[in-house]
């Protein structure tokens, strides 16, 4: 049993001496495992880093077997990323994100290539956070998880849908929310295109997908959302508060 690939390294970890055990996804064979022989060594550990895009060889004897693999690098996602702090957390909550929701060997084009597109963008910093919560909507979507961000749940309208359902992911307006506007999950503008993105929408982006990820991604599980991803939520809404300061003092001045 083989194929041969192009994928995106998504975790490894050290196993014995100087072996790791890697996760991978690839756009025919989705999530998939192996040993990567020497991938923990001073000369491979470059090549095995989670971000990178490598041309992978997977073997075994049998299918159901966890298999080796060897690979070359393609593209080094991972140090490019972490000339950025936001970029690195970007990339580390992907990936974590990813590796951790997807079923194995389960072919998801549509996520495997917002990976694609999405790692390569990371440098340039915290506009790719539209992208990134973009692609856990597609996560969501393909795992049969996607949000209702079609018309008001309430009133039947497709405009000023302000706000999102967290028990049923079904967008609702204000004049919808009524009373229970407090206890809704905010939505938004850039999801449904009816405003530009910034730190207060990414904060709400990731506010919004992390719930369902949280809740049906991991939860049927039982796992927690991983620590990385809860970490870029926390650096981009420690974010906005200085940005508001900001604005209120040029207004003053």
Not at 55 to 75: C, M, N, Y
Not at 116 to 134: D, M, S, W, Y
Request: with cysteine; aromatic share 6%.
């Amino acid at each position: 049993m083989q194929w041969d690939a192009p994928a995106i390294i998504l975790d490894v970890r050290p196993y014995g001496e100087g072996d790791a055990v890697a996760a991978v996804m690839t756009a025919a064979h989705g999530l998939h495992r192996g040993l990567a022989r020497g991938g923990a060594s001073r000369g491979k550990a470059a090549t095995w880093q989670p971000g990178n895009m490598v041309q992978v060889q997977w073997t075994a004897r049998l299918p159901d077997q966890l298999g080796s693999f060897t690979g070359e690098l393609i593209h080094a996602g991972a140090s490019d990323a972490m000339q950025d702090p936001m970029s690195l957390s970007m990339l580390t909550a992907i990936c974590a994100v990813a590796e951790g929701a997807l079923p194995e060997r389960e072919p998801l084009p549509r996520i495997f290539g917002g990976l694609l597109h999405l790692i390569p963008r990371l440098p340039l910093g915290e506009q790719v956070l539209t992208e990134l919560i973009q692609w856990e909507v597609v996560v969501l979507s393909d795992l049969g998880y996607g949000l209702d961000l079609s018309a008001c749940a309430v009133t039947g309208r497709t405009k000023g849908l302000c706000y999102v359902s967290p028990r049923t992911g079904r967008a609702v307006t204000q004049e919808g929310a009524g009373e229970w506007a407090a206890r809704l999950l905010p939505l938004p503008g850039f999801l449904t295109g009816s405003a530009p993105p910034d730190l207060a929408g990414w904060r709400d982006g990731l506010r919004l997908t992390g719930h369902f990820l949280a809740r049906d991604a991991f939860g049927h599980q039982h796992r927690p959302l991983p620590q990385a991803r809860g970490m870029l939520y926390d650096r981009v809404a420690a974010m906005v508060p200085q940005v508001d300061v900001a604005v209120q003092e040029k207004d003053n001045g």
